[in-house]
């Protein structure tokens, strides 16, 4: 079974950037489908799918709000998937979550948050 662990979250002034990881465990295979994404959920806010990778293949999707300033990437070797977070603002701030599914990524997935596996959460907050 797939588990993930999240974590690199921390408090950050405006214009700031951080690093965030998300561990997977479990996941064998590195040729078949995975699909692991990134949530956040600001404070009395609906959560929302901001980035996700294939891993298999590479292949990226962010979401607009995100898009030039949000990198991720993956460490095939030590399963570790990150998302860069770079020129946040107060926008930003919220409790981000990796997420996986055995399948390929797509937003009809991401915004129906259709995932198996999530981490925890780990916590960014944006000062400005």
């Known amino acids: 079974q797939v588990q993930l662990k999240d974590s690199g979250g921390d408090s950050v002034e405006a214009g700031g950037s951080l690093r965030l990881s998300c561990a997977v465990s479990?996941?064998?295979?590195?040729?078949?489908?995975?699909?692991v994404a990134w949530f956040r959920q600001a404070p009395g806010k609906k959560r929302e799918g901001v980035a996700a990778?294939?891993?298999?293949?590479?292949?990226?999707y962010y979401a607009n709000s995100v898009k030039g300033r949000f990198t991720v990437s993956q460490d095939k070797a030590s399963r570790i998937i990150y998302i860069s977070l770079g020129s946040l603002n107060s926008d930003d701030t919220g409790m981000y979550y990796c997420?996986?599914?055995?399948?390929?990524?797509?937003?009809?997935?991401?915004?129906?948050?259709?995932?198996?596996?999530w981490g925890q959460g780990t916590q960014v907050t944006v000062s400005s």
């Open positions: 997420a996986a599914a055995s399948d390929l990524c797509s937003w009809y997935r991401i915004e129906r948050e259709e995932f198996d596996y």
């Open positions: 479990g996941y064998t295979d590195s040729s078949s489908r995975l699909c």
């Open positions: 990778m294939e891993l298999a293949g590479g292949l990226t």
